[in-house]
């Protein structure tokens, strides 16, 4: 089993920034990938992020592009999403996962992660 935990969600307007961090405890894999998810209400969950812990290989949704930063510390199993120009559309909880596929790149599906976090919320207000 892998636990993960969030933390860094909070309240920001339009411009601002934000760090999320999530750490990995339990049975971890040398190549898996780790992801951020998000979900707004009414919608569906959505493809954020995602960093392979071996090669540091990175993934990023189009929507989030040239804004957001992923990255990890293996030795803390602990990856980050800086989130940087935040939008009123990036209000959502954020969701940490983590995947074991052994794929080359991480991959952008849901239904690859095994692990997911609780959540953090994330309001950005105009």
């Known amino acids: 089993q892998v636990q993960l935990v969030e933390s860094g969600g909070g309240s920001v307007q339009a411009g601002g920034s934000l760090r999320l961090s999530c750490a990995a405890s339990?049975?971890?894999?040398?190549?898996?990938?780790m992801a951020w998810f998000r979900q707004a209400p009414g919608k569906e969950r959505e493809f954020v992020s995602a960093i392979k812990r071996g090669t540091g290989i990175t993934a990023y949704a189009a929507s989030v592009k040239g804004r957001f930063s992923i990255s990890r510390d293996n030795g803390k199993n602990t990856v980050y999403l800086q989130m940087n120009s935040l939008k009123p559309e990036d209000t959502a909880v954020y969701y940490c996962?983590?995947?074991?596929?052994?794929?080359?790149?991480?991959?952008?599906?849901?239904?690859?992660?095994?692990?997911w976090g609780q959540g953090t919320q994330v309001t950005v207000s105009s």
């Open positions: 996962a983590v995947e074991n596929t052994g794929s080359f790149y991480p991959s952008q599906s849901g239904y690859d992660y095994a692990y």
């Open positions: 339990g049975r971890t894999f040398d190549s898996y990938a």
